[in-house]
């Protein structure tokens, strides 16, 4: 089993629509979350943390399942603009600091 | 502010040439970090830095990769002898002491090995 796990999609959905996907991982101990926003041939940037109590971000709420191990990402009122590979990060372990690992990602694709 | 710069952008070389990956953080971060990101494997962590001294590097897949520190604001990534299977982007990262769950990547260097 992969360490940090993600379903590669896509998801293609039309403007308007909301779109949500999740990101497993395997270590019950892990502590930090976040989700990387990768456009076609660039580098990954940072979308937003995860936080325990789940937080918001404009049109982007990101949850924390921590009894089922995984993360998610909701993006309402998609735009043409939101399509793009989404990355999960983890942080396994607390004796992994600063050491992130990623998921596949997936993809979403917003159509006209 | 410049961001990560990474140099060359693209290297095509031939099996069995060194190559040599180069990155400049953005000023101030404590944490460099080298990736590289295949279709099959994903985003990979090589290995990571701290203040110019390597803390990690058991992401670095075998004897031919080595990498380099030799101040705050250059590091390197060497590969020696390249194999076709080494083909991917390396992506060069930094962060700051302060914020250090955020990584700021470079735009990558695209490395095709024949």
């Known amino acids: 089993r992969k360490e940090v796990e993600q379903d590669p999609g896509p998801f293609n959905v039309p403007e308007g629509a909301t779109v949500a996907f999740n990101c497993t991982y395997s270590n019950s101990a892990s502590q930090s979350f976040f989700w990387y926003r990768q456009d076609c041939r660039k580098e990954p940037k940072l979308l937003m943390s995860?936080?325990?109590s789940g937080n918001e971000d404009g049109r982007f709420t990101a949850q924390l399942n921590r009894a089922s191990q995984y993360i998610s990402l909701l993006i309402r009122d998609s735009k043409l603009s939101d399509s793009a590979t989404y990355l999960c990060a983890v942080i396994l372990s607390p004796a992994n600091d600063y050491k992130l690992s990623f998921g596949a990602g997936t993809t979403v694709t917003v159509r006209a | 502010d410049a961001g990560v710069i990474q140099s060359p952008r693209h290297e095509v070389t031939e099996m069995g040439q060194e190559v040599t990956l180069r990155c400049k953080p953005i000023s101030g971060h404590d944490y460099l970090f080298w990736y590289r990101q295949t279709m099959m494997r994903g985003l990979e962590l090589l290995i990571y830095f701290n203040n110019n001294v390597p803390i990690d590097d058991s992401g670095m897949p075998e004897d031919r990769f080595s990498a380099k520190m030799p101040n705050a604001s250059f590091s390197t990534l060497k590969i020696q002898p390249s194999e076709p299977r080494d083909s991917a982007v390396y992506f060069c990262?930094?962060?700051?002491?302060?914020?250090?769950?955020?990584?700021?990547f470079g735009p990558g260097t695209r490395l095709t090995v024949l």
């Open positions: 990262a930094s962060s700051p002491r302060t914020s250090w769950n955020e990584q700021f």
């Open positions: 995860v936080y325990s």
